[in-house]
């Protein structure tokens, strides 16, 4: 990409300006011969992908039929990721619900854990998990600029935020996503509520709440719900409600039946071609390739693991 | 927002960059007294407000019950939305349906346009309004960086991408905004075959379609539908598909009986107020203000017309 003399020319908020004004945050450069990303992604090399441990893989079974799996991200909030596998393993979600689901926003679920006794091996005040370090995180920049976050790119395949000034990084609310419910003090969400992201990514999330995973598998069976009535989306019915039949860790079911995943590694020579073939849409429907993308628009890519 | 040496820093694609490297298109600068946008829209004075034209305003009826409002934007896509009153005038899509929900993506509806007899008064082959000139258009900066547009911001009340090199301005696929299906070439799609964005905004798909206006309300009849089991989420079978009962412009509607609606002049200072709220959310949930926004978060406010 070029930049333009003033790159960092936008005006104040609620100040007049020429739209003929010549300033830009940057010059998009368009590649015009990028990789098709689907193709990348057939082709990367099984170097390319990693594993997802069946420890960091959550299963939720539904009452109607169908699943959602879940990655979870112990490198970004490792207090609220041992949280979660302790409910789990306690069978605190069998028989919890979808109680809450707002349109553009976010499909909620859980049973309730403030002012109840909960299960063995639950902190029920977490550190915020908002961010990391960032040192010790190998990450892969974008390349564009973000309109939240002074820098972004992916690490350990999840899509972070960062900011090499103030040393942190953070995992982002784009679609599919999950994180923690809490109330109004930072330390009041234990993971046993969560969300998961069903619209625009709400960016304005990150770094205000701890961000434990991700829906790899059945976010339609989340999103495709009727939105509640209620205020925030909740349901203003228990029959609404989308009940779960079971939610237990994949390392906690027979290694015959449970499910097995890989990602493609963001630090991978085919993550980099996928990202600029994202950025450059071509084929024969697209007429002018974008010459960028944000964060929430280069999904990693998933694929059962093969036999 | 403060911008640091080296802004325009981003690494080509695929080149390794240590995350320290202290380089970063902007640095978020969040108001921490920022206005709450709810309240700002609550107390928008009655100039903030533009009324929608009836000729600008397409109300769908479904047979379940329920609708779904558009407000068009002919001075974007002038000949497409042409188009798109003269199907509804003739009764076009009475009896069309929604065909293809895609998850994250788009609602799509319609009856087919290629190699039918259309209506009098739509135009086959329309030129592909992906953009139009930026001259005689009062764009308001959002004062945000963009991953994929040099600028951008809010046009006639309208999310707006725009360059002020090129001189060209265009809609943005946000949420509810409403596109033309169309077939490779970019003169095939007439608008008699619609979509809505459901899902995180495809901004790559700017400038390369053309979007004639946006759904103001009943965006959840469309978005909470099963996802079609077919590629590109087609539905399988007809039984599936979503029937509308009629499609008129508000302006054929009776004066007592048609819809009513008025959406922020977004000249105004009300909106300035609503988009540095947006960007900085408080009140007792937010800890930390984000200091940006993306044009896709900041939703045009629209209302009712008081009576």
Redesign the interface.
């Known amino acids: 990409?070029a930049?333009?003399a003033g790159?960092?020319g936008?005006?104040?908020?609620?100040e007049?300006?020429e739209?003929?004004?010549?300033?830009?945050?940057?010059?998009?450069a368009p590649v015009v011969e990028a990789p098709d990303p689907a193709k990348v992604v057939e082709e990367a090399p099984a170097e390319a992908w990693r594993a997802i441990d069946p420890q960091n893989l959550l299963v939720v079974e539904l009452k109607e039929g169908g699943r959602v799996l879940i990655e979870l991200a112990p490198d970004f909030a490792p207090v609220h990721v041992a949280n979660v596998r302790a409910f789990a393993r306690n069978g605190w979600w069998n028989n919890a619900a979808v109680y809450r689901?707002q349109?553009?926003y976010v499909a909620q679920w859980g049973n309730g854990d403030a002012e109840v006794p909960l299960p063995a091996g639950v902190v029920r005040r977490p550190p915020?998990e908002?961010h990391r370090a960032?040192?010790g995180?190998?990450?892969?920049?974008?390349?564009?600029?973000?309109?939240?976050?002074?820098?972004v790119?992916h690490?350990q395949s999840w899509p972070v935020g960062?900011?090499?000034?103030e040393?942190r990084?953070w995992l982002t609310h784009?679609?599919?996503m999950v994180g923690v419910g809490r109330d109004?003090a930072?330390d009041t969400g234990t993971g046993g509520e969560l969300y998961a992201i069903i619209?625009?990514?709400?960016?304005?999330l990150?770094?205000?709440i701890a961000l434990i995973g991700r829906v790899i598998e059945g976010?339609?069976l989340l999103?495709?719900?009727?939105?509640g009535t209620e205020a925030l989306g909740f349901y203003k019915e228990a029959k609404d409600h989308v009940p779960f039949a079971r939610v237990r860790l994949a390392s906690d079911i027979p290694e015959g039946e449970r499910p097995s995943y890989e990602v493609l590694r963001s630090d991978s020579?085919a993550f980099?071609?996928y990202?600029?073939g994202?950025?450059n849409?071509g084929g024969?429907?697209?007429?002018?390739?974008?010459g960028?993308?944000?964060?929430?628009?280069v999904p990693v890519p998933v694929r059962k693991r093969p036999a």
Chains 1, 2 share one sequence.
């Open positions: 990409m930049l333009i790159c960092a936008a005006p104040p908020q609620g007049e300006v739209p003929s004004a010549r300033y830009a945050f940057w010059r998009p689901v349109d553009n915020h908002y960032l040192e995180l190998a990450v892969r920049p974008l390349g564009y600029p973000d309109s939240y976050a002074p820098m790119g690490a960062y900011d090499p000034e040393g990084a784009c679609y599919a109004l930072p619209g625009h990514a709400p960016r304005h990150d770094l205000n976010i339609g999103s495709a719900r009727p939105r020579e980099s071609r990202v600029t994202r950025a849409r024969d429907f697209f007429k002018r390739p974008a960028g993308v944000d964060v929430c628009n």
